[in-house]
């Protein structure tokens, strides 16, 4: 068990320290430069933040970068302000509001953020074990960090990891990092901090 605990440390900070060199900003607190709205959803810059607002049409929205990026360590940090159901998409391709993909989840409590859905295929790849939902702090500003890097994709909220998996399909896969807003109505989120570190 130690070794086990002194192991996951030892990843955690190899994940940090990497972060740390080279990082590059995606989102400058200004405009949305660098990125594209997808759908009738709300995006827009306020006091600095990246804020997401559900719309008229109560749809999906997506808000994608320009550029695309294949392996890289992401970090960004979020507050879910109303509902709070969306999720941060990874070597996708959008369509309208029709994406297709890996979600990297954000959602309400106790709803698997940090897990990995595919979106119009497998569905769950996995979930967050439930003593690890309660990493989240809902309402209150939260800091991920994922890690792609060929077919391992591994998250971490407020400094724990939340999930890590090995998946063929998502090794093969190319695309854009799209920020989601989930269809229904009622959501609201800020972001701020969105910084990648490309990876060979």
Do not use: C
């Not at 070794?3 to 590059?24: E, H, P």
């Not at 509902?83 to 979600?103: A, D, L, M, P």
């Not at 500003?141 to 998996?165: A, P, Q």
């Amino acid at each position: 068990m130690i070794r086990f605990l002194l192991a996951a440390s030892l990843s955690l900070v190899t994940i940090s320290r990497s972060f740390s060199q080279k990082s590059v900003p995606l989102f400058n607190h200004k405009d949305l430069k660098g990125w594209t709205i997808n759908g009738t959803e709300k995006w827009y810059v306020e006091s600095g933040d990246l804020v997401a607002e559900s719309g008229p049409d109560k749809g999906y929205g997506y808000l994608s970068t320009d550029k695309h990026y294949k392996n890289f360590i992401l970090t960004l940090d979020f507050k879910q302000e109303a509902n709070g159901n969306s999720g941060v998409f990874i070597r996708s391709s959008v369509e309208g509001t029709k994406i297709n993909g890996w979600q990297v989840e954000i959602a309400p409590p106790d709803m698997h953020t940090g897990g990995i859905y595919e979106s119009y295929g497998r569905g769950w790849l996995i979930q967050p074990k439930p003593e690890d939902e309660k990493n989240l702090k809902f309402e209150d500003w939260n800091h991920m960090v994922i890690r792609v890097k060929d077919d391992e994709v591994t998250s971490l909220l407020n400094g724990k990891k939340m999930v890590s998996i090995k998946d063929s399909l998502i090794g093969k896969g190319e695309g854009v990092i799209a920020l989601q807003i989930h269809s229904g109505g009622g959501i609201k989120l800020r972001w701020k901090d969105i910084s990648i570190k490309e990876l060979k």
